[in-house]
């Protein structure tokens, strides 16, 4: 079932007991961040704050996926299994044999259909509501200060659609954005994420332009300064860097518009890790089983779900970086301030009376553990066609996403193990994994004393822990470098001969099943 919009999934969230209104003045400014802490924590309901000191009108929504049970709510099924499997029967499709075959797949490509956004005009996009041109300031929403030595409020729940300067296709993402003053805030894609390579090429595009030199020395340079600039970068044929400083670009931009508030699908299509060309309008399509509305935006050449609360519209103007940050991050430390591209608004849409989404991370578990947990469970199957041996992973929410996952795999032949740490290194965002442990299938991965028991056992730390460079998450603070660093996998399957194994391995400790069943049927007589 399809929320229309943020409205109908607050009166669904109601409904069913899962939502709790707060008429008591509190401060957008840590007051918010303390309470929602707590029921996350408590594994409490979705929280609307009515009474918003110095926002008198406008409501705050949060913890709207912080629980399993609204996860899946969320995302209209009974368990997020459901969704697994609907993908597994997309992937499994076979060509069809005959016409009753044809018939059969008539539901499969009924999803497909229903994906693709639709189109609708201003007059029924609710996010136009009201328009403001001129004389806008963020400051008018009740925007959050999380932590107390955050740098400022936080836009934290943002859809942010950016277009690929090549192929016009659209990406939806999701990165904070610390709010500077009324009309312009950070843009914090981390420099691995989809929207970060639409800002290089949009530079390499620009610089290429403005370049009498060389054109790909010129992008070279353009890029190794977008890159931070503290990279070593090589000598150009001409000696030394060629000076296309990104000061000459200024005033090209790359146009962004940003959606708070949308139907709940869409705001976790914007979340997931799916391959960059897939664009995340067709996964909320395919999540909500119906269109996502879309509308033009008023001053820039992008789309928005048209059901939004509220939309911004701007640029971030190329090679313009300022201090982000810090903020109390979901890996429960502060990210330090670093340098992220601005964003300049030039409109701001809303509903009547917008609704502002929001959410905190802090020490988990909180609110984005379970949007994790979905992602964990969505994924399995593509990664299953990727990497079949996979019985099942656990990101287990302790380590924050990325920095641990548990896999259990059928082996079948010497090394498999290190095979499959270095495939899922290989896959899209699964390369932040810190840490892989690789188990045998008969082991639970879903139950950690039981993955601790094997990992314990079964090692040689010199001879199964393996250890190789790559990127790394931005957040990571511990990693030798920002972004690039080193990641561990342990081998915990059983150890075989042709792994140069010759000891006897022993067989794990299990009652026989007859005596099982003796002892069941005793077993009330006990009265223990
Ligand atoms: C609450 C929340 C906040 C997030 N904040 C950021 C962020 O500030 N920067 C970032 O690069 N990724 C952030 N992410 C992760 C991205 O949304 C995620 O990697 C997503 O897949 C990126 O989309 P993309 O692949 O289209 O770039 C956040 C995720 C969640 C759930
Ligand atoms: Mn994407």
Not at 155 to 178: A, F
Not at 294 to 318: F, K
Not at 389 to 408: G, R
Not at 473 to 482: E, F, K, N, T
């Amino acid at each position: 079932m399809a929320y229309d919009d943020l409205r109908d999934w607050i009166k669904t969230l109601e409904q069913h007991g899962e939502l709790k209104r707060i008429r008591e003045q509190v401060s957008p400014e840590l007051e918010i961040t303390e309470i929602t802490d707590r029921v996350s924590k408590a594994g409490g309901p979705a929280l609307l704050f009515e009474n918003v000191k110095g926002h008198p009108g406008h409501q705050v929504f949060i913890n709207q996926f912080g629980s399993e049970r609204r996860m899946a709510m969320a995302l209209g099924v009974k368990s997020l299994d459901e969704i697994a499997n609907r993908i597994t029967g997309l992937l499994n499709i076979k060509a069809p044999e005959g016409f009753l075959d044809k018939l059969k797949m008539l539901p499969q490509l009924g999803e497909l259909t229903s994906a693709f956004p639709k189109t609708v005009t201003a007059k029924n996009a609710p996010c136009k509501q009201v328009i403001r041109r001129d004389n806008f300031d963020l400051n008018y929403f009740p925007i959050l200060k999380c932590w107390p030595h955050d740098g400022g409020r936080f836009i934290t729940l943002p859809c942010v659609v950016t277009r690929d300067p090549r192929t016009g296709k659209r990406n939806i993402g999701m990165y904070r954005m610390q709010v500077y003053d009324g009309q312009s805030t950070g843009m914090h894609w981390q420099r691995q994420k989809v929207a970060a390579e639409h800002y290089r090429e949009a530079i390499r595009q620009a610089a290429a332009a403005a370049s009498n030199a060389n054109p790909l020395t010129a992008r070279v340079a353009a890029m190794a300064e977008s890159a931070g600039g503290a990279c070593a970068f090589p000598d150009s044929p001409q000696g030394g860097l060629p000076q296309i400083a990104l000061g000459n670009l200024r005033g090209s931009r790359l146009e962004v518009a940003v959606a708070i508030g949308t139907d709940p699908a869409t705001t976790f299509a914007a979340i997931v890790p799916a391959p960059p060309e897939v664009e995340e309008y067709l996964i909320a399509g395919f999540l909500r089983g119906s269109p996502v509305e879309i509308v033009q935006c008023e001053t820039v050449d992008l789309q928005v779900p048209a059901h939004a609360e509220i939309v911004l519209e701007g640029y971030v103007e190329l090679g313009e970086l300022r201090d982000e940050g810090p903020f109390g991050d979901h890996t429960g430390f502060y990210t330090l301030a670093d340098q992220y591209p601005v964003f300049h608004l030039t409109c701001i849409t809303h509903r009547r009376n917008p609704i502002y989404a929001a959410t905190i991370v802090g020490a988990p578990p909180m609110e984005d553990a379970w949007m994790g947990k979905a992602v964990e469970r969505i994924f399995l199957p593509a990664m299953r066609m990727q990497i079949p041996e996979i019985v099942d992973i656990h990101l287990p929410v302790e380590a924050v996403f990325h920095n641990l996952m548990l896999v259990s795999i059928r082996k079948s032949y010497p090394g498999q193990a290190r095979k499959v740490m270095n495939a899922i290194w290989s896959l899209g965002q699964a390369m932040f994994t810190k840490i892989i442990i690789v188990v045998d299938e008969d082991c639970d991965v879903q139950n950690i004393p039981e993955v601790v028991l094997r990992v314990a056992n079964n090692i040689d730390p010199e001879r199964d822990i393996q250890f190789t460079l790559g990127p790394i998450d931005s957040l990571d603070h511990a990693s030798r470098l920002p972004n690039y660093g080193s990641k561990m996998g342990i081998d915990a399957t059983r150890k075989w001969q042709a792994e140069g194994f010759t000891r006897p391995w022993p067989a794990m400790i299990e009652m026989d099943r007859a005596t099982k069943a003796r002892i069941d049927a005793l077993w009330p007589k006990l009265e223990l």
